[in-house]
């Protein structure tokens, strides 16, 4: 009998304290892993919105060939900021709009253009395109360089 | 006889088991919801560069195809009726398909960039710019002549998106194209 007794093997669970680490470990984990998932999405939502941005800056870049195209001689005489949100000379400053919002380009973004003369027929133009992307501003940026090359 | 040693089975009882089951049933819905948004949001980056991909692979051709090779607007393949020619100031036309929209290229043969079944494809090859993947709508093509004796500038524009029978706003991907550039020749 006192072999017996001594063979019986108590059978007990995990302690209080192996569970809390258990927990502990696993949340951590959990929180690491939500947080990668948040930063991914968000990069991705950025990703989706720079795409669409160059779109719109290249929309820019051939309209205003266009135009120089059409009257080479004021094009290249142009100097200072343009808000490009339309494809029009309409707005001559920087967007000033808060996007989003129905002024905005897309309803979101802000499309713009510096114009610098550099004289001897060449315009220097620093374009841009700035959004709010949750709670930091994004921007875009792309310089052009127009001249009269049928000289 | 000697005492029979017992044997306990210890197994979980029913209160580990739906506890088990319910933080589970609580996390698994969870878990995937984040990887389905995580895979849908990386579908709509890839249609949107697709799209892209196609817009920007149609407007550099027609630009280097026009540019480069053609020499006059016609409304006709045969070559007659010449449009947007300069004679009179502001002449203006154009086509909402393509295919009343001719030009004659620098061998003399008539060319034409049309909508073919919701694909751009340019004649008389009848060669599609664009594949399967996207559809193309609202396509003109437009030339204009804003002076006398001067080449006219022609106009593309077309909306191009991502062929899927999906009307969910987060599967379409859409985007608006036009480019206007000056013959040369």
Known sequence: ?????????????????????FVSVLNLFFIMALTITVFSLRRMKENEHKIVAVHYLDQLKEWLAYEKEKDGISFLQRNGAYCFNNLDWSNPSLCS???PGA???????NRQAVFSNN?????????SINWIEIDRPVSVKSDVIFSVWEK | MGKMKR????SFTFLEILVAVGILGFVLPIVFNIIFT???QQIKITRLAIVKNQGDYVVNVVKNLVIGQMTGIYSEKELVNKKCDGLDNNQTYDSSTGKDFFFKDINGAAVNIYLNQGKIATGPANINLTNDQVMVENYQISCANFGSFTTPFVTVKFDIYYNTISTRPEDLARLSYQTSFRLRN
């Open chain 1, 1 to 21: 009998m006192a072999i017996f007794k001594n063979c019986k093997k108590k059978s007990t669970g995990f302690s209080l304290i192996e569970v809390l680490v």
């Open chain 1, 97 to 99: 709009f808060n996007c």
């Open chain 1, 103 to 109: 002024a905005c380009l897309a309803d979101f973004y």
């Open chain 1, 119 to 127: 004289g001897a027929d060449v315009v220097n133009v620093s374009m």
């Open chain 2, 7 to 10: 044997i306990e089975l210890k």
């Open chain 2, 38 to 40: 995580i895979v849908q």
